[in-house]
């Protein structure tokens, strides 16, 4: 009979391989590469999802690692944009590509009607051969062929026909610029040609990984692909199975951390849109349903979120103001004394982190 795990051993397996039990020693790439990728909507999120899990991480280490090329910030997953290295955006992408059919839709897809979309993404490479270009420039620059169309939904065409990476600085920390975009195999040159595609097998090992143990809809949640089920039923024998506490099949790998759930987790702030909420069908390993609108709100945004005890207890922002820059926490039950000074501690050091302002004054507020 298979092996019973509860949420809280789900909990500390997936905080083990998200590094979030303790801060670990590794390189960006590395880093990245064990995670998964790292969803990268703002720019400034990434960067405070690896200083939760990095020992001494530094800024510039990340940007460092968008100039070189060796992370790239891209469309992948979900369709939605991640920073991945270079070699995994490569190799996953191709996989990826329906994903991104199915994601041009509603209003694009309407303003697309009966136009000639190979047509459209042949002129969009070669308008993107001529050198990078921002999405404005690259719809209006279509725009000139089929005047009766809107220049944002051309653009959009492209983006989901054409892997295009999002040049630095637009993706590092405090930019907000527009971003200018580049084919992949362009940005990354022939070191692009060594890379072959990666498998929907290969996927799931990779998730496995970074969540696991999860089951077949947590992987399609994760990664916005469909026909998981024969990909595990070609990898059962090299697979571990479990049972959740719902009679929920759980697959992993037979040799990846599945710590005691009774391993202690300190306090963390996790950054916005982090992985770590958004890899699940099933978020209740980390976040529980009567809190969820708490940190998925009507508008899109994902909150930075208190960790306690492994579980999302909370959330954070920063506020500034008249040279002080405070740390504002919501709990969302009431914490003990030490899990508050815990906390407050943990958001002055992501304080000093995140902030530069020479004499700025750092304070923390408890809602």
């Known amino acids: 009979m298979p092996v019973v795990l509860s949420q809280r051993a789900l909990n500390r397996a997936t905080l083990a391989r998200q590094m979030l039990l303790e801060r670990r020693k590794a390189t960006v790439v590395?880093?990245?590469?064990?995670?998964?990728?790292?969803?990268?909507?703002?720019?400034?999120?990434?960067?405070?999802?690896?200083?939760?899990?990095?020992?001494?991480?530094?800024?510039?280490?990340?940007?460092?690692?968008?100039?070189?090329?060796?992370?790239?910030?891209?469309?992948?997953?979900?369709?939605?944009?991640?920073?991945?290295?270079?070699?995994?955006?490569?190799?996953?992408?191709?996989l990826l590509e329906p994903v991104h059919q199915r994601g041009l839709s509603g209003e694009h897809s309407r303003a697309l009607e009966g136009i000639d979309r190979a047509a459209v993404v042949k002129a969009g490479k070669a308008l993107l051969d001529e050198g990078p270009l921002t999405g404005t420039e690259l719809g209006q620059g279509l725009a000139a062929h089929w005047k009766d169309r809107a220049p944002a939904s051309l653009a959009?065409?492209?983006?989901?026909?054409?892997?295009?990476?999002?040049?630095?600085?637009?993706?590092s920390w405090g930019s907000h610029q527009n971003a200018r975009l580049q084919p992949i195999g362009q940005w990354l040159g022939e070191s692009a040609a060594d890379v072959a595609p990666a498998t929907q097998d290969d996927l799931l090992l990779r998730y496995l990984a970074a969540f696991g143990p999860a089951t077949l809809a947590d992987a399609g949640a994760w990664s916005g692909l469909t026909g998981w089920k024969a990909v595990a039923e070609r990898l059962r024998p090299q697979l571990r199975v479990f049972i959740g506490e719902e009679g929920q099949e759980l697959f992993d790998l037979p040799r990846a951390p599945r710590p005691d759930p009774d391993t202690p987790a300190p306090p963390r702030l996790v950054a916005e849109w982090d992985n770590l909420l958004l890899s699940h069908a099933d978020r209740s390993r980390v976040l529980s349903e009567a809190h969820r609108a708490r940190v998925f709100t009507v508008n899109g945004i994902v909150r930075g979120t208190v960790l306690l005890d492994g579980f999302v207890a909370g959330t954070w922002k920063i506020e500034r103001a008249k040279n002080t820059a405070t740390a504002v926490l919501e709990p969302f039950t009431s914490w003990s004394r030490s899990d508050r000074l815990g906390v407050q501690e943990e958001a002055m050091r992501l304080l000093a982190f995140a902030t530069d302002g020479e004499g700025e004054r750092h304070d923390v507020r408890v809602l």
């Open 156 to 171: 959009a065409l492209i983006r989901n026909n054409v892997p295009l990476v999002h040049l630095p600085p637009a993706g």
């Open 30 to 94: 590395q880093a990245i590469e064990k995670l998964a990728g790292l969803q990268a909507q703002a720019p400034n999120p990434p960067y405070i999802g690896l200083w939760s899990r990095l020992e001494g991480f530094r800024r510039e280490q990340l940007t460092d690692a968008l100039k070189k090329r060796r992370i790239v910030r891209m469309s992948t997953l979900r369709a939605t944009l991640h920073l991945m290295a270079a070699s995994d955006a490569l190799a996953w992408r191709p």
